[in-house]
Every structure is written in C-alpha cells, then in structure tokens.
C-alpha cells in the first residue's frame, strides 16, 4: 500500500488505512450488539409468562442500549476528530457498555452456558479496536492492551454477578492479538528502502526526460520563428543597406533571443483574454497580424473575432506564433503581398484559415530547408490537441486552417459571441483603409 509514497507519508497513510479499517470493524461489532440486546429482549419477553422470572428488566435493557449507542457515538467523534479525552473518554463509555452488555445476555436465564460465546463478545471486539483507531502505533498497542484488560475484568465481573461459569473466548484474544501485530509491524517492519529509492529516482528520470523534451520543443520552434526566418529574410533582401521593417524585425529577434521569457510557461506570461469585442484587440493573434502589417503585408480578418476570448492564455500564444509563420510564408514564398485571415467558431473548437492567392506550391515536394509549416505550424497545433489542414496547388494559392479546441460552455453560460464578419479590426484609420 506503501509503494511508492514518500517517506513522509508512509506513517500517515497506515495511520489512516488501519483507523478506517478499526472504525468499520468496531461500528460493525456495536450495530450487531444493539441488534441482538434488542432480539434478545423481545423474545425472552414473548416466551415468558411471568414476568418475575426475568433475571433483567426493562429498564436494564434500555440502559445497555443507551450506552451502546454511546460508545458508538464517540468512536464516531474520535475517527473525526484524535485527541486523548476522547480516547479516555471511549475507554470509559465502553466499558460500562461492555459490563451492562454483559450482565443484560448472560442474565437471560438458561440461555448462554459460559461467557466465551460469540455473542457476548461484540462490544468487546469493539473496545478492544480502540488501539487502532487513528493513533500512533506505539499508543496504539498500550490503548488496545488497556481496552482488552478492562473487557476481561468486567466480563469476569458481570459472569460473577449472573453464576454463569466465565470463559476466555478466542475471538477476543485473536482480535487483540492480530490488532497488535498489525501495529508493531509497523513499527518495526522496515520497507524495501531499494525499490522506493528507485521508484522515485525513475519518476525523476521520467519527469526530467519529458522536461528536456519540452524545452527541445521550444528551442526549436524559437529558432524557427525568429533565427531561421531572420537568415531567410536576409538572403532575400536586395543588395544594399536593410529596409526600415527588415531592420526592426532583426532587433525584435535578438531581444527576444536575449531574454528568457521564453523558457516560462505560457500561461504565466500570458493574461485570459477578455470576453466580447476586446477580446480581438488584446488577442495574441491580433497581435501576431499587426507584426505582419508592419512588415508590409497587408491581411484582411474577417469572421468570429470574439471567439478568440474563448481561448486559453496558452492556446492564445501558441495560436498566435502558428499564424505569424503562416504570413510570413505569404511574405517569404507566395509572390504577392496581401493575404486574408477568417475565424470560425464552433461549440468545442475555434478555427483560423490563412489564405492568399500567390504561386501555391506542393506540399510533397516542399524542401528540407522549408520547417516553418512542419516545426512552428503543425507541431505547435499538434500540441494544443489541434489540427493542421493545408490546401494548395502550383499557381493555385496556399490556405491554411489552424483548428485547436475549446472548452464547450455550459447551458445558462455565457451566451456565444455575436459573430461580427465586417466590423473593423482595430481603431487605426490607417488599417481600416487597407
């Protein structure tokens, strides 16, 4: 049960396990003395004809039940609740419900030969599991001798009290017994220290496998989205000194190669887009346009902006760095400068189609130099549960759908966004006139 678990919490998981097991098992043994008193009273009371014979009274009888239900009523706050005036307080409700118990079936005249049969037993069992009921193993060994002396005695008493010959039952003795074995061992049993020290050195070798590949998975799409499309834009730049937007594209790249932000998680760095229209203008796609603009691309949006709010902080960025590589391959491969985004929405996924009427290509026949589609588009929507869907054809134009899902919402939620297909993007005049 054990395997596997800290060493801090070993303890406390046996600690827990044996209590739950103690208190079922004692809870169990009390219901099956309440039922049997009461059986017991009932058809003693039917089969004798004259009341005097009866060695107990009602009144006897009431009181055994209500000190059963007694000492079930504080096992009950003491498997909330461990404290020592609880325990104390269970040791002593049990037994005086053990002694009524007792005297109560044994004085039925004729019925019971000895005092070691089952059923006088149960509230003893029941006393007896007080050394396992969620105290430490050490104390738990004292509590359970005392619980067993203390049964005996009143046993040995009450049979004194109705002339019925006392007996050591088996069922007490094999209860404490076991009860305490269960407690030294442990104790003293000392787990296989090997096995758990490999268990948690493979959970850290897995956990630091998957790490590693994480942060390969970044490492690459990073370069891919800033050091190889950089040397790309270069190599196809005129001869002469570096345009205005070449230029600032470059510095944007070595700050962002610089810094580190890029090793945190997304949504640490990221803030839950907000719902409605704004939900567009504070987008990390919108963004991811605007940067294409400003390299001279224009790109018309058209479609759900607002479903963009649906997004996750890292849905939203990894989206976002997908449809930035998609126009930059506008910019880069297709022959023309212009290019049109369309968002949809469905119940559980949001999808973007990228598309532009420039020279098309073959996908099969794409080059090994060409890992915009395959490292910073498809692996990254991949990753989100997405899919990549590519369309295309020499001289046909290329269009892209990015699809990543959503969580659905639920009736009575949030109504779902109003699509607005010919609102305008962003407050910019400028924009508005391309």
């Known amino acids: 049960m054990t395997l596997g678990l800290p060493d801090h919490l070993v303890t406390r998981a046996l600690s827990h396990a044996l209590a739950r097991a103690a208190h079922w098992f004692a809870l169990t043994c009390l219901a099956a003395s309440l039922a049997a008193i009461i059986l017991l009273s009932l058809s003693t009371t039917a089969a004798t004809t004259a009341a005097a014979t009866l060695a107990t009274t009602p009144t006897e009888t009431l009181a055994t039940i209500v000190a059963l239900l007694l000492m079930a009523a504080v096992l009950i706050a003491l498997s909330l609740r461990r ?3 609880l325990t104390i307080a269970y ?3 049990g037994t005086v419900a053990t002694y009524l118990y007792t005297i109560t079936v044994l004085g039925i005249p004729a019925l019971f030969p000895s005092s070691n049969v089952f059923l006088v037993t149960l509230p003893k069992l029941a006393l007896v599991m007080i050394g396992g009921a969620g105290v430490s193993a050490r104390a738990g060994v004292l509590w359970s001798t005392t619980a067993f002396v203390l049964a005996e005695a009143v046993t040995v008493y009450a049979a004194t009290q109705t002339e019925v010959p ?5 069922f007490t003795i094999s209860t404490y017994l ?6 030294l061992l442990t104790v003293f049993v000392r787990r296989e220290w090997s096995v758990q020290i490999a268990l948690h050195r493979a959970m850290q070798t897995d956990q630091t496998r998957l790490l590693r590949h994480e942060l390969d998975l970044r490492t690459l799409a990073l370069g891919q989205d800033t050091t190889l499309q950089q040397l790309v834009a270069l190599a196809r730049a005129h001869p002469g000194p570096l345009s205005a937007n070449l230029a600032g594209s470059i510095r944007d790249t070595l700050q962002t190669l610089r810094g580190t932000d890029w090793l ?11 719902g409605g229209t704004d939900a567009w203008l504070t987008s990390a796609v919108y963004a991811a346009i605007e940067r294409s603009r400003d390299r001279g691309l224009v790109v018309e949006v058209t479609g759900d902006r607002a479903a963009l709010g649906r997004l996750s902080p890292a849905s939203d960025r990894e989206l976002s760095l997908a449809v930035q590589q998609c126009l930059v391959n506008v910019i880069l491969h297709s022959g023309i400068v212009a290019a049109e985004v369309v968002i949809e929405s469905e119940p559980s996924s949001i999808s973007l189609m990228v598309m532009d009427a420039g020279r098309g290509f073959t996908e099969s026949e794409t080059g090994a130099d060409r890992l915009g589609l395959r490292q910073a588009v498809r692996r990254r929507i991949e990753r989100l549960g997405g899919s990549v869907s590519i369309l295309t054809r020499p001289g046909a134009g290329t269009s892209v759908m990015l699809s990543v899902p959503v969580a659905i919402e639920e009736p009575g939620g949030h109504a779902e966004p109003t699509k607005q297909p010919e609102q305008t993007e962003t407050p910019d005049p400028e924009r508005v006139a391309q």
């Open 83 to 85: 404290t020592v005036a």
């Open 91 to 93: 040791l002593v409700t």
């Open 166 to 170: 006392y007996g050591a039952d088996v």
């Open 178 to 183: 076991f009860l305490v074995s269960v407690l």
């Open 264 to 274: 945190t998680d997304a949504d640490a760095l990221s803030v839950e887009p907000h």
